[in-house]
């Protein structure tokens, strides 16, 4: 079946669509990439797929929606997103022309306008998205740090430009769990949340590439612990709580601090350290923690429950902050209640 005739067929409701990838990362041959950051009448440099169902509702298949050398079109995401698709799929071996075409989206859409729009926000996630993806699974990571430093000092600097914009990241958060997903939503947040604190566009700069690269040491995790329903083992759990150091290890390693700042090295060791020292890999207390790991422990747990996981619904945020209050550990609360507070206020405000 051509790439017209799966058009037609979707046309005519023919077609059992699959909206949301399945399975963990690295599970499929295909990689997602979000219809909002198709630029309309940019030519692709790479093929785009379509998951659909299988007859009988026995598993699923991609098959082929547009061609390389094709024009993205107004029409295509007016009739995908009527159809509720907001991914469509290419092949894992074409994440680098992926990667390009976003790259020179980004450029032309900073040409265009100084502000944030939608459309660069857009372009800008899944850009990173992908290059995190690609750096995650070559661990070459210090091109990409480079390169993120430069896209994120020039998001700082177009939101403190136009604060009202900071409103629009949240319309453009991943809602379904996997580590890339999850990672560019620390990065978003924690640009949001650290302006909101009228923070400098340095440490700003800091907890995002923080939020990116928190949690590198995942990619040494066996999948199955990741994606596990079950309760974990307490083998399971332990190797699970050595991920800081790991991700610690393989940016120190790949990279130097000329790439990487100690500060972003310090919050990725310590993003999982609670405000009552009960935390891992370290179990420092809060007067021991760098100044910003009360920020990120608290962001990575927020997104992590309002968000979609293998094994749970995601929580609407007021439930999410109920957890959060709530949370102890043996010498007291989990998360910094001066922290909290001024994210509740940053939520109520966004």
Known sequence: MDEKSIRKKLLSSDLKTLHRPLGGAGSSPYTPISLAALIPGNRLTFNLYLKVAQKGGQGFKYLPFLKQEEAWETKWQDLLTQKGIDLLYFLNEDLEKAIAYLNNSLLLLKYESAKVSQELLAVFSEHLNLSIRLAFQSSRFGPVVQ????????????????????????????????????????????????????????????????????????????????????????????????????????????????????????????????????????????????????????????????????????????????????????RGPIYDLATLKNFIAFLSAN
Not at 171 to 176: D, M, S
Not at 199 to 214: I, K, P
Not at 267 to 282: I, M, Q, T, V, W
Not at 301 to 316: D, G, I, N, Q
Request: hydrophobic residues 35%; glycine residues 6%; charged residues 25%.
């Open 147 to 330: 390169q993120a430093k430069g896209h994120v000092e020039d998001l700082i600097e177009r939101l403190q430009q136009d604060p009202t914009s900071i409103k629009q990241v949240w319309k453009i958060l991943y809602h379904h769990y996997d580590l890339y997903n999850h990672s560019l939503n620390i990065c978003l947040l924690g640009i949001a949340f650290m302006l909101s604190l009228k923070r400098s566009a340095r440490e700003t700069r800091d907890m995002g590439l923080a939020g990116l690269f928190h949690d590198v040491g995942m990619i040494r995790i066996p999948q199955e612990i990741i994606v596990k329903k079950e309760p974990l083992t307490p083998g399971e759990r332990a190797e699970l709580y050595h991920h800081p150091e790991i991700g610690y290890r393989l940016l120190s390693k790949e990279t130097s601090l000329s790439q990487v700042p100690n500060d972003v090295l310090r919050l990725a060791l310590e993003h999982h350290e609670n405000a009552d020292g009960s935390g891992y890999p370290l179990h420092l207390p809060l007067s021991r923690q760098h100044s910003w790991t009360r920020v990120i422990r608290l962001l990575d747990s927020y997104e992590s429950l309002t968000v979609m996981r293998p094994f749970r619904p995601a929580y609407k945020p007021f439930e999410a902050i109920k957890i959060i209050r709530e949370a102890r550990g043996p």
